[in-house]
């Protein structure tokens, strides 16, 4: 009989997520904010608690899909807490895009309540977690990893151990920081493309599998060339991610030019209103001019 996992956070990623698991014959105990996100999931199955404090004591793993640290750092570290409702020996997985300095605060709060954490943030938007090929970066214990990895199977195909507690956090602002000057060349290649008289589309089909192929061009690309603005992963949420990196590499006095001006130009975007927009929305910058 396979484990009774806690879910907690149900957003556009977390929904898929969750019924991958469902899907793989594991017992769900989930909790959102707002109810409604958890119809389709217990439509399959899943039970319903109404706070955090009632999941976890059903739960024998806990995973957490949220939004900002603020949020993380109140799930796990409140007074009616993760931490502080879990049975010992529960494994907690937080899979949000967090700081490293919270993730090893996390662990080492976990470890005096004999609870074993590992921060493992993903990558592959509502894409990679539809079709269960997210990549995941974890830290922490290598033991409790091994424990975990018949979970992150489920969830995902590119499952890489980073080391200590906080070391998935570090690697997901690598990944974040790759992604942002990437996404500027993009919009610029499509708006090159445009300008120029070619059609986009079939530029894409040249340039895709070549040395500029990208995930972003791939898949982010012809929902651009789609006027498909819909969230995979929000603007607003790869600010944070990238404020995030942008204080991680301060902190480290390491330049990061890039990192900086992708900042800029999604801050701007969201100004505009399209905050709640896919990070693809990015092109409208140029389009607009």
Request: glycine share 10%; with cysteine; aromatic share 8%.
């Amino acid at each position: 009989m396979k484990q009774h996992i806690g879910f907690i956070g149900l957003g556009v990623m977390g929904q898929s997520m969750a019924k991958n698991l469902i899907n793989s014959g594991y017992s769900l105990h989930i909790y959102t904010r707002t109810k409604e996100k958890a119809a389709n999931l217990m439509q399959l199955g899943a039970v319903w608690h109404d706070s955090v404090e009632d999941v976890v004591k059903h739960s024998e793993i806990i995973i957490t899909m949220i939004g900002y640290p603020k949020d993380v750092e109140e799930v796990y570290l409140g007074e009616k807490g993760i931490i502080n409702s879990a049975h010992p020996d529960t494994v907690l997985i937080d899979m949000t895009t967090s700081q490293p300095a919270l993730a090893k605060k996390i662990y080492d709060d976990a470890k005096q309540k004999k609870l074993y954490a590992l921060d493992a943030p993903v990558s592959g938007g509502d894409i990679g977690a539809r079709e269960a090929r997210l990549a995941i970066m974890v830290g922490g214990d290598i033991e409790v990893y091994q424990k975990s990895l018949p979970i992150f199977e489920v969830l995902g195909e590119n499952i890489v151990y980073q080391g200590e507690a906080g070391s998935g956090q570090h690697t997901k602002m690598c990944n974040q920081i790759a992604i942002a000057s990437g996404m500027i060349g993009v919009c610029e290649a499509i708006s090159y493309a445009e300008k120029s008289g070619l059609d986009p589309a079939n530029v894409l089909k040249s340039i895709s599998s070549g040395a500029a192929g990208s995930w972003s061009l791939s898949n982010l690309a012809p929902r651009m060339l789609k006027e498909d603005f819909e969230p995979g992963f929000f603007v607003k949420h790869f600010l944070k991610d990238m404020g995030i990196a942008l204080d991680e590499a301060n902190d480290m006095e390491m330049m990061t030019p890039g990192l900086k001006l992708a900042y800029e130009l999604y801050n701007q975007l969201a100004q505009y209103g399209e905050e709640n927009s896919g990070t693809q929305a990015l092109i409208k910058l140029w389009r607009d001019k």
